[in-house]
């Protein structure tokens, strides 16, 4: 069973910058397909970006793009979120997701009933 950690999250002021780690253990990493999601309270799970099994390709959503950059490190079992240019709107839970499989497809993996496996979550809190 693969088990996913986030960790990173904090208090920071808009404009700042935060680097969301999620480590994997429990399966061959290197066979996972990794994204991020993010929750605020009362709205649902939103796309955030996802991330080959190589990494050598990405998909994010419009509200991140640009600011945002999804990367992994498969020797030390993690993918990365940096996160730039916060902004209020970017306050929520982030979660990490898993899924292993073969072929890397930007729009499938932008549904989360498309992962298998997912991390507790780190808050993100961005004040104006």
């Known amino acids: 069973q693969v088990q996913l950690v986030e960790s990173g999250g904090g208090l920071v002021q808009a404009g700042d910058s935060l680097r969301l780690s999620c480590a994997a253990s429990g399966g061959t990493f290197s066979n996972l397909i990794m994204g991020w999601f993010r929750q605020a309270p009362g709205k649902e799970r939103e796309f955030v970006a996802s991330i080959s099994r190589s990494g050598g390709t990405s998909d994010y959503a419009d509200s991140v793009k640009g600011r945002f950059t999804i990367s992994r490190d498969n020797a030390l079992n993690t993918v990365y979120l940096q996160t730039n240019s916060l902004k209020p709107e970017d306050t929520a839970v982030y979660f990490c997701?898993?899924?292993?499989?073969?072929?890397?497809?930007?729009?499938?993996?932008?549904?989360?009933?498309?992962?298998?496996?997912w991390g507790q979550g780190t808050q993100v809190t961005v004040s104006s």
């Open positions: 997701a898993a899924k292993r499989g073969n072929t890397y497809s930007g729009s499938y993996y932008r549904t989360a009933q498309n992962y298998g496996y």
